[in-house]
Nanobody
């Protein structure tokens, strides 16, 4: 069992930056790939980014590529989502997730554990 807690959400102007953090209740490096998803009102939860178990592979949705990164701090059992050049369309609740599977892991069904989410609002 892995508990995940997100933090770092908030309100930011378009063009600004935010750094989300996801803290795991136990060691995840080597055992779990980690991912970030988001869900805007009235829309399905969508993939944002993922990082492999050992951190050597990262994957991004086309909509965030070049603006977001997903650094992993194995010593602290955290995975972050650095979001730069934010746009109003990035507004959503952002969720952290952990997976025992391999690969790009871009669908919700591939993940085993989820956090409660943190709100990100980007004003124009």
């Amino acid at each position: 069992q892995v508990q995940l807690v997100e933090s770092g959400g908030g309100l930011v102007q378009a063009g600004g930056s935010l750094r989300l953090s996801c803290a795991a209740s136990r060691r995840t490096s080597g055992s779990y790939a980690m991912g970030w998803f988001r869900q805007a009102p009235g829309k399905e939860r969508e993939f944002v980014a993922a990082i492999s178990r050992n951190g050597d592979s990262t994957y991004y949705a086309d909509s965030v590529k070049g603006r977001f990164t997903i650094p992993r701090d194995n010593a602290k059992n955290t995975v972050n989502l650095q979001m730069n050049s934010l746009k109003p369309e990035d507004t959503a609740v952002y969720y952290c997730a952990a997976s025992r599977n391999f690969g790009k892991l871009s669908t919700t069904g591939e993940y085993d554990y989820w956090g409660q989410g943190t709100q990100v609002t980007v004003s124009s």
